[in-house]
């Protein structure tokens, strides 16, 4: 069902009645799963945090229809984000792939995402920020609010963690953009040598420049804690003792 969702502009989800069928589906999905899944409503922020995450969570090739479906499948969250692939020779094979007049064009498509990636980074942050900030002031009011009960304390710590994990899996998913772009551009010099490499160099560079931005914005286990990388670190360590617990 994820890799049938309808694909808008600039790469994110339409809005559509299927496209909400399909997250409201993965949220129940990782619900089962025992992950992070609050029922609450989305702010306007943490909407625009989503749509905003599509083109990092989405392959970046964006032609590989096995690839493309599992994507959207742990975009979507109706499988884990463990179940993704971190294909970083399946960039270059795409690009490299079928018939093309020039390699000037294979330099060129590499030099687009590259800085389109970038350009997207520091809008991202934006939002995420905005979220950030909210999400304290969400566990800030719980000690003080005395109507809610155990369900609304929890529901509110899962909603931080959603968040927090999305913004820890778009900086762990622009880093391995980063080495598949890197991995095609080595590889296009040694099969098509050009001039143009110096400039697809400079792209990557671009956007390598700007995960810093991504960097600040969490702390540096944050996807180890997400359970995006192996590690033993708790997924309760990106929540504050006062509703880590829940």
């Known amino acids: 069902m994820g890799g049938c969702a309808q694909e808008g502009d600039f790469g994110r989800p339409a809005p559509s009645a299927w496209n909400s069928l399909v997250d409201s589906t993965g949220a129940i999905a990782a619900r089962e799963r025992e992950e992070p899944s609050s029922v609450f409503p989305l702010t306007d922020d943490e909407r625009i945090l989503r749509d905003r995450a599509w083109r990092f969570l989405m392959p970046a090739?964006?032609?590989?229809?096995?690839?493309?479906?599992?994507?959207?499948?742990?975009?979507?969250?109706?499988?884990?984000?463990?179940?993704?692939?971190?294909?970083?020779?399946?960039?270059?094979?795409?690009?490299?792939a079928g018939p093309f007049r020039s390699p000037y064009s294979r330099y060129s498509r590499l030099s687009e995402d590259a800085t389109a990636d970038g350009r997207?980074?520091?809008?991202?942050?934006?939002?995420?920020?905005?979220?950030?900030?909210?999400?304290?002031?969400?566990?800030?009011?719980?000690?003080?609010?005395?109507?809610?009960d155990d369900f609304d304390v929890r529901h509110a710590a899962m909603r931080v963690a959603e968040n927090r994990c999305l913004i820890a899996w778009v900086r762990l998913e622009?880093?391995?953009?980063?080495?598949?772009?890197?991995?095609?551009?080595?590889?296009?010099?040694v099969e098509m040598p050009g001039r143009e490499a110096l400039a697809a160099e400079r792209t990557i560079a671009f956007l390598d420049d700007r995960r810093p931005i991504l960097a600040a914005l969490l702390p540096p286990?944050?996807?180890?804690?997400?359970?995006?990388?192996?590690?033993a670190v708790p997924l309760a360590g990106l929540?504050?003792?006062?509703?880590?617990?829940?």
């Open 61 to 96: 090739q964006g032609r590989a229809a096995f690839t493309d479906i599992l994507a959207n499948l742990t975009r979507s969250r109706l499988l884990p984000p463990s179940a993704r692939i971190d294909d970083i020779e399946g960039y270059h094979a795409e690009l490299i």
């Open 120 to 148: 997207l980074i520091p809008p991202f942050a934006a939002t995420a920020s905005r979220v950030i900030d909210a999400d304290r002031l969400r566990l800030r009011a719980l000690p003080f609010s005395a109507s809610l």
């Open 174 to 189: 622009t880093g391995l953009r980063v080495a598949r772009y890197r991995f095609a551009l080595e590889h296009f010099v």
């Open 221 to 231: 286990e944050a996807e180890a804690r997400c359970g995006l990388v192996r590690s």
């Open 239 to 246: 929540v504050p003792p006062v509703v880590a617990k829940y």
